[in-house]
């Protein structure tokens, strides 16, 4: 059976095959960083010495094999695969795997350009840098900007927030807290300015080929569609619980398959009354 999803599970292999060998690699040498990484972080000054590969190689690559590198890959890859799924099936395998490299090398411009203005704004400041970043979450941002476009209202559980907040009011809070805590020293280790330069470059490019796209036309007024919306939620309301649950079972069992379309009156309806939609 085909995999609904074949570029985000390759994608989340190759990072996962990348820790693995950083892993082994490491425990040969743990008094140094392991040959893999020397090689595929990201610094300007790697990139001024003619480490042209880095802006790509970099989002491949994790935090060390130490403290919290478990929770920076899990976190990362688990994040692919919740919004990786709907966004390749809505955009197909060409325009995903665009989205996730642009993503990537927009995380790694915000990055040095960050790195440009610490140095003062010179180019000399900008080459004698060494701070180096690594880590997918530039390029999986922009996935979750992307997603934010293509269903805002979507509702997300975000940590710490108790409750569902819409999506794309939930990146435009991420972005602004992402800005608020480049001025904290204490999480200087966190790569702020690429989480921003990702996500802002998922949503530009998620919104032009939304625009592009042909829309549907709008065929019903808002009261014929409240009425319809009505007459759906009353007749799933007078069927008996074993009626409900076969066509509650059916629906589910039919969306799991990462086919995504839009939802039936009588679909949302049934949605509702299982508390899965509000």
């Avoid at 994040?79 to 490299?101: C, D, H, N, Q």
Wanted: proline share 6%.
């Amino acid at each position: 059976m085909k995999h609904p999803a074949p570029v985000t599970r390759a994608i989340i292999f190759g990072n996962i095959g990348v820790a693995v060998l950083d892993v082994l690699l490491t425990l040969k040498s743990p008094s140094s960083d392991s040959a893999i990484r020397q090689t595929l972080s990201l610094s300007a000054a790697n990139l001024f010495d003619g480490a042209w590969w880095e802006p790509f190689t970099y989002m491949w690559l994790h935090a060390p094999p130490i403290g919290f590198w478990l929770t920076h890959i899990l976190f990362n890859m688990l994040t692919l695969s919740i919004f990786g799924k709907p966004m390749e099936a809505r955009l197909g395998p060409r325009r995903f795997v665009a989205l996730y490299l642009v993503g990537g090398f927009a995380a790694a411009a915000a990055f040095l350009g960050q790195a440009w203005w610490q140095g003062g704004g010179t180019l000399a400041g900008l080459q004698a840098n060494t701070q180096e970043i690594e880590g997918a979450s530039g390029a999986v941002l922009a996935v979750v900007a992307a997603f934010a476009v293509y269903f805002p209202d979507a509702r997300l559980f975000i940590f710490p927030f108790p409750f569902p907040v819409r999506a794309s009011r939930a990146v435009r809070v991420f972005i602004g807290l992402s800005i608020a805590m480049m001025f904290i020293p204490a999480l200087s280790f966190i790569g702020h300015s690429a989480h921003i330069g990702g996500l802002l470059a998922g949503f530009f490019l998620a919104r032009a080929w939304h625009q592009a796209a042909p829309q549907p036309p709008v065929l019903v007024s808002k009261v014929e569609r409240g009425m319809e919306e009505m007459a759906a939620t009353l007749a799933v309301s007078q069927l008996n619980e074993a009626e409900f649950l076969v066509e509650v079972r059916h629906l589910l069992g039919e969306l799991g398959k990462g086919h995504w379309r839009p939802l039936t009156s009588r679909e949302r309806a049934l949605l509702r009354r299982a508390h899965l939609l509000v």
